[in-house]
């Protein structure tokens, strides 16, 4: 593991803006698709390809490497641009997002791209895809850990229930769990469509060890991850406190930006806000 | 007269004529023993159970392998997608519970991380058919085998009896990709032996009159009603032919329309709706190839309810009789 030190930490502040560039510039040539989480999830996607996993882009089967699987798929976006940056495919492929005959489909699907390790879309499913990857890996005594990287708004589902029940009875301690608390899904605030809080509290009633941190400051975030790894008798859920459609004021915040993507004139204002900050996207209480 | 290459089971015959008992055996019990047969044969086949363990007769594999079970509880979408994690990780997980339930409640689960990803996941729906018994229509699927063969990627088995349960399992932990099989709660009659040819994507000839006027192509328990119902025709003078249809997707179409040929008329027999089932499917190849007059033995648009098998198979005309009365009713139709 790279050590984490400042210049390491301003590198991937630079790489997430990026990345949010090009997700804006894969949405409006795609003409639909989900930015708000795409954009919330920037900081936390450059920090789990470019710093946590264990992973090879020129080798995407290498059986010993860290899973990441993206449960909430429809911020596939945020995916495919940071697995494009970290050398899984061409940066040029990006904006055949939602095409005809693209890898890059409106929701990942694993067989189309090397790298995507569970097709997801369809909501609540992930955690207990990725419980079956831990599982796997205990059996084979393998050293690899799985991550899952979940929504809020998904916690409505009864599935998500069900498996963080079966890997708090498993102890699945090669599982870490990540959960995009940006507060908003479709029809609007979560608390308002199906209340979920207290979202650490549950966790922990169910065998959990829950950590809570800001998603925009990934020193943060890496060393929750990091704390997660030395947990040998539970899972951990890492509840990451994002904003949604961080980086673009006119998307923070506003669930009305959960699943549409910005016209013409939206990205190129999106665009030009994001080339001005550069590395300056930062939490707002650091 | 029953096709002796295939060595069925020779009490049938005699069991048609009253003089002796066929055995019989409850085809769960097959999967049963054939889920530690292909835990013997590779480490990687591990079982799933959603608190229907010795219900589903996963209990023998779970004894000698636990560190290959795992019990996830009443949660069928779990039971689905967990195992859906194991198929893409080097794993052949089997999954079991009633068929109502799994497929029938995780039916996108299913879809999605298993079909479409394409993932090593066997889906085993127990407890099929009417014929589940007094439990009443919430037990009895009778839409599992149309829910299973419409998603791409998915193959589906019906097995007449335990021995070519059995054989289904074992060739399902051998065959890669997503694979769906019912089983029957009740026992039925031991139709094969276990040198009954079981080969995936192949119909075989059971019954074969000198000049079959009608086929009778039949899946899962009913096939001994269907035989039975053969042997009666032809003490009538009635000639047919009866087909073991066990693997429903892919099909032996090729044998399909061969039968067809031969005969002109067909008769399909299932305990399942006569929509979507594998009547439909015969249907489907047949509209395309080769069209015939056909009935349908099956579930008639209805629900189940409470009662005993036999009385139930009555009821919704998928007896002997009702087998007998279609083939009259399919001859009349020729042109």
Known sequence: MLQLDDKKIEYLEILANQIRQDVIKMLVEAGSGHSAGSLGMADIFTAMYFHVLNHDPKNPFWPDRDRLVLSNGHICPVLYATMARAGYFPLEELTTLRKINSRLQGHPHRESLPGIETTSGPLGSGLSQAIGIALAAKLDHKKYRTYCLMSDGEHDEGNVWEAVMFAGKNRLSNLTAILDRNNIQIDGFTENVMPLEPLKAKYESFNWHVLEVDGHNISDFIDAVFEAQAIFEKPTMIIAHTIPGKGVSFMERDYAWHGIPPNKEQAAAALKELRTLGGKIKSEHE | ?335
């Open chain 2, 1 to 335: 007269m029953l096709n002796e290459e295939l060595k069925l089971n020779p009490k049938l015959i005699p069991s048609f004529l009253g003089k002796e008992k066929i055995e019989e055996k409850p085809n769960r019990d097959g999967y049963g023993e054939g889920l530690v047969l292909a835990g013997d044969e590779n480490n990687n086949v591990v079982v799933l159970c959603a608190d229907l363990t010795e219900s589903t007769r996963s209990l023998a594999f779970a004894k000698k392998y636990p560190e290959r079970f795992f019990e996830v509880g009443v949660a069928e979408q779990n039971l689905a997608t967990i195992a859906a994690g194991l198929g893409v990780s080097g794993k052949i997980p089997f999954i079991s519970s009633y068929a109502t339930f799994s497929p029938g409640r995780n039916w996108e689960q299913i879809r999605t991380t298993i079909a479409y990803n394409n993932s090593n996941v066997k889906i085993v729906g127990a407890h099929s058919g009417v014929s589940v018994g007094p439990d009443g229509a919430t037990h009895q699927a009778i839409e599992d085998i149309a829910t299973m063969r419409v998603m791409a990627n998915m193959k589906v088995f019906v097995p007449c009896d335990s021995i070519e349960a059995k054989k289904v399992t074992l060739a399902a932990s051998r065959i890669f990709g997503p694979v769906y099989f019912r089983l029957a709660r009740e026992s039925t009659p031991i139709i094969t032996t276990e040198e009954t040819p079981f080969v995936p994507q192949k119909a075989d000839v059971y019954w074969l009159s000198k000049k079959p006027q009608a086929a009778i192509i039949a899946s899962g328990p009913l096939l001994y009603e269907a035989l039975f119902a053969a042997y009666e025709l032809e003490k009538e003078g009635v000639e047919t032919l009866v087909l073991n249809n066990v693997s429903v997707k892919p099909m032996d179409e090729k044998k399909i329309i061969e039968v067809a040929k031969k005969t002109e008329a067909i008769v399909t027999v299932e305990e399942h709706q006569v929509m979507g089932g594998m009547g439909g499917a015969v249907a489907e190849i047949l509209a395309k190839n080769y069209p015939v007059p056909m009935e349908f033995i099956g579930m008639q648009d209805v629900f189940g309810e409470s009662g005993q098998p036999n009385e139930l198979i009555k009821k919704y005309k998928m007896s002997k009789n009702n087998i007998i009365s279609a083939v009259k009713k399919v001859i009349k139709r020729k042109k």
